[in-house]
């Protein structure tokens, strides 16, 4: 199936926002916020309990 003439693909959109914050100096697969470093590598807390989840 192709594109209809005229139309640009979602492919095409997203590569050229990632080329164009490459461009500015953004890395947009990098989280923009630091950790707190109060818990392990960043994980999410539990809200009531406010301890960081286990995974297991």
Do not use: C, F, K
């Not at 990098?30 to 301890?51: C, K």
């Amino acid at each position: 199936m192709t594109a209809a003439i005229g139309t640009v693909s979602l492919h095409d959109t997203v590569t050229n926002r990632i080329i164009r914050e490459l461009e500015q100096g953004r890395v947009p697969w990098v989280q923009p916020w630091a950790s707190s470093g109060t818990t392990p590598l960043g994980l999410p807390l539990n809200a009531a309990t406010d301890r960081a989840y286990s995974y297991v």
